[in-house]
Every structure is written in structure tokens, then in C-alpha cells.
């Protein structure tokens, strides 16, 4: 059992920083990997990046590549999105997620087991 709550979002201007945070109570946070998405309105959820149990190995969608970076720190059970450079298109609700799973695709939403709640991330021109 893992519950995920994200926080840090909030209103910032183009080419600004936001650093989401996502909280976790289960006590194998050091045994999932973790992923962030994201949702737009009317747009499907889409993913962002993840990074595995260790924090060796990070993902990233093209459109964040050089921008945004993916962390953990397992002892504080917790996984963050450093956002940087941020664009208008940036605008979304902002998930956390956790996968058990050993296998599979970590840019699809099927992968994951547990969701957050979400927190709003809103970029201005």
C-alpha cells in the first residue's frame, strides 16, 4: 500500500522554476519506480518522466528533455520534478505515480500502481 501526495504547484510566469514534490507513506518507497504525468485540459494524461528504484536511471518525454529533472530521495520517501524554463504549454495538472513492477513501459499510465492526487502547475506569457 502507497499513498502519494504532490505538492508545489502554483502560478509562475515563462522561463520561471517550479519544484514539485511528491510525498509518499508507504514504507517500500526504495522498491518502486516513480513517475510524473501530466493533463491538460481536454488533453489525455501524458507522461513526463520516471526514474528507477535507485535513482540510476531517468526517463524523459522529448519535450522536457533539458528542462526538467527527475529525482528521489528514498530515505525521505520522496520524488521530485525540478521544473525549469517553463512555457505556456507547460500548463497541466501534475501527477505522481508509482509502479511495483519489474517490466514493462514506464511512459504509459497502465505501468503504474498507485496515483496522487495531482497539483496545478500554470505558466503565464
Known amino acids: 500500500q502507497v499513498q502519494l501526495v504532490e505538492s508545489g504547484g502554483g502560478l509562475v510566469q515563462a522561463g520561471g522554476s517550479l519544484r514539485l514534490s511528491c510525498a509518499a507513506s508507504?514504507?517500500?518507497?526504495?522498491?518502486?519506480?516513480m513517475g510524473w504525468f501530466r493533463q491538460a485540459p481536454e488533453k489525455e494524461r501524458e507522461f513526463i518522466a520516471a526514474?528507477?528504484?535507485?535513482?540510476?536511471?531517468?526517463y524523459y518525454t522529448d519535450s522536457v528533455k533539458g528542462r526538467f529533472t527527475i529525482s528521489r530521495d528514498n530515505a525521505k520517501n520522496t520524488v521530485y520534478l525540478q521544473t525549469n524554463t517553463l512555457k505556456p504549454e507547460d500548463t497541466a495538472v501534475y501527477y505522481c505515480?508509482?509502479?511495483?513492477?519489474?517490466?514493462?513501459?514506464?511512459?504509459?499510465?497502465?505501468?503504474?500502481?498507485?496515483w496522487g492526487q495531482g497539483t496545478q502547475v500554470t505558466v503565464s506569457s
Open positions: 505515480a508509482a509502479s511495483s513492477r519489474t517490466r514493462g513501459n514506464v511512459r504509459v499510465t497502465y505501468q503504474y500502481d498507485y
Open positions: 508507504g514504507r517500500t518507497f526504495s522498491s518502486y519506480i
Open positions: 526514474i528507477s528504484w535507485t535513482g540510476g536511471s531517468t
